[in-house]
């Protein structure tokens, strides 16, 4: 138990610190476009830019962070229930917001500091009060039907997304946090876990899709409205399901006497991860103001 909550938290720390220098790196670019489009070159075109964002260091890193976030997460689906795991995910916000305040210098309103204080102590409730990881990895049909329940998301998800004049970011983050949600199942859907094994599993084909899937649909619902409503729908959709799932089918217990308190904290994690989703993108409205009055200054 010790083991699988300090990967969780390993993945909340890496996951969150990540998304700030993904945003620092955005920013740059920004400013850098903002330089170039006042010049005589003109503005990059948007392919330009993007390879300006993959090379900059500050994404490097965020990359690198983002990938020891899943190793740690994926460790922590091998350990711990379900739950717990998925509510340090959404304890990630809580992180970025932290990390914003020094790297991007971001300020938190006293609202959001109320929210940072609700997550940690839901995590506080939850390493209390889960129980152990249940045994069952599921049957032979639903691994197998993993993989086709993450292509319908991304799918569904695109299609709908894609037609949609209103509610379009609610819609792809949903989408995006079901999809993500679907990675964590895969994972623990897996029998074995070993180079060797994984591709005779259906499961790994499915962490694949959904993992890549979920990216995608998120990059489309940062780009189609509210960055903050797209962030709150991908949270709830990431967490709650996939929580219950693990208590349903897999096993996941809590201890013997606490399961309101577990339900208690996790709620209080998601609660908290929605009222924080605004630093689900760093990189918010406002920051990208302030990078074109710096550089106008």
Known sequence: MVAGLALALCAAVCMGTATVFQALGSRRTARADTGATDGAGGARGRWGTVVAVLRGWPFLLGAGLDTAGFGAQVGALLLVPLFLVEAAVAASLAVTAVVGTFVLNLRLRRGEWTAVAVVCLG?????????????????????????????????????????????????????????????????????????????????????????????????????????????????????????????????????????????????????????????????????????????RG
């Open 123 to 295: 995590l506080a409730t939850l390493a209390v009060s889960a129980g152990r990881e249940g045994d069952g990895d599921g049957d032979a049909a639903l691994r197998a039907a993993a993989p086709v329940a993450a292509l319908l998301v991304v799918a569904v998800g695109w299609f709908v997304g894609g037609r949609l004049r209103r509610g379009r970011a609610v819609v792809l983050g949903a989408a995006a946090g079901f999809s993500f949600g679907l990675t964590a199942t895969a994972v623990r859907l897996l029998p074995e876990v070993s180079v060797l094994a994984l591709p005779a599993q259906p499961a790994a084909y499915a962490v694949v899709v959904s993992g890549l899937g979920g990216y995608l649909l998120l990059v489309q619902a940062l780009q189609s409205g509210s960055v903050t409503a797209a962030t709150a729908a991908m949270v709830i959709c990431e967490t709650v399901w996939p929580g219950v799932f693990g208590v349903l089918w897999l096993g996941d217990t809590t201890r013997h006497g606490y399961t309101g308190l577990a339900a208690a904290g996790f709620a209080a994690c998601v609660a908290g991860g929605v009222a924080l989703a605004r630093f689900g993108e760093a990189g918010t409205e406002r920051e990208s103001g302030q990078a074109v009055e710096d550089q």
